[in-house]
């Protein structure tokens, strides 16, 4: 089959920007080494929440455009694929159990009111009448109302069966390298051969960086590597997501509650570790106190792609045919709408309302760098 687009990697960026290239009537080719989905895709929390994630500034304007676009686009996938994706509202909450983080909630609280952005400030009761699992230690919290999660396991495979219905073709197999001929890209050089193609999306999250011909300085994508535990509660005791200064809980609705995340500079290391345990387990018992008698379920870890600012890379590289969807490190859930569609319209050649500069590829590369 002739290919104009090779999509490298079927997480939920490359799924994302291959069923808009095969809704605009592209041939999309998705190369996958393992299954579609199976690294950080499935392994996120699924937080929506620019609130918490990003300061004010283009980064926070992007979140928020990939926000604005969830609901839409979980009833797109869903409406395509006929599976569901664990899309739910209610807001988020960012606690306090500690008298020395709550003025720190209220300067948050201060900027970003000042930058216009909508936030309610709650004392403790008004915290627990929302979620009456916290702690009454509870001191205060900020809600984000119109933030949310979605079950990033469920997204991941309605999300590629979307595309596949779309159109796209998917193959499973390593990806070796980017192929470049005459100073643009020719396609890609599979373990089973050439694959040639006009453009190459390179969307191999952590691993953005071992394929060959990638045009990304060294050290642009990092792994970091984040543990989850996921505690039973019936019925449910949490109905929305609450982070802590120690991290998070997710509740799903059927009362498994994921908590997360370590911030872990292990390299490509998959383990989950008793010290990463017990910070997790820690938090989840200090935010709210009856998970302590809470069975542990499931335990796992993946990897962040990571960049040197924590801003995603996006749209065209230098070699011309070359596009990148990736480092979308702690927020590759939120953002994968917006990166849907801006990086196949980049693709594409359409002009979009977001500029994309301030997460192009070329801001890696300081000014007048050899490369
Ligand atoms: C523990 C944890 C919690 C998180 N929580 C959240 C959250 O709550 N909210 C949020 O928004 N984000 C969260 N994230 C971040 C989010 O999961 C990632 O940013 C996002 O999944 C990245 O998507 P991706 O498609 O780029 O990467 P991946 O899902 O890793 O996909 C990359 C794919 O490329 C494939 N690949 C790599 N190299 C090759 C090759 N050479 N050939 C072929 N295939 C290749 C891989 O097998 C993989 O399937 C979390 C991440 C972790 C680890």
Redesign the pocket.
Known sequence: METDVVV???????CGVALRLAQAGRRVLV????I??????S??????SPGVEAEPGPFHDLCMASLDRWTAFAAEVERLSGAWVGYRGGGTMEISVDDRFTPVLAGRAAALARAGLSVEVLDGDAARRLEPGLSGETRGALWFPGEGSVD?RLLGRALHVAASRAGASFLR????GVAVEGGRVAGVDHETGRIPAEAVVL?????SL??AGNDLPAGAVRPV????AVLDTRPPLLSRVIFTDKGYL?PRPDGRILC??TMEEAGFEKAVTAGGLLRLLELAVEAAPALAGAPVVETW?????ATPDGLPILGPGRVPGLFY??G????????APVTADLVSAAVLGRPERIDLSPFGPARLTPRGAAR
């Open positions: 490298v990697g079927a997480g939920l960026q490359g190369l996958e080494r393992s579609p989905g199976a690294e950080a895709s392994a996120a929390g699924g937080i929506l990033p197999g390593q990806v070796r969307a191999a999250g952590a691993w071992q394929v590597r984040g543990q989850i997710v997360g995340s870890s993946n990897f962040r792609p969807a990736t979308h490190y702690r927020n590759g859930v939120l953002l």
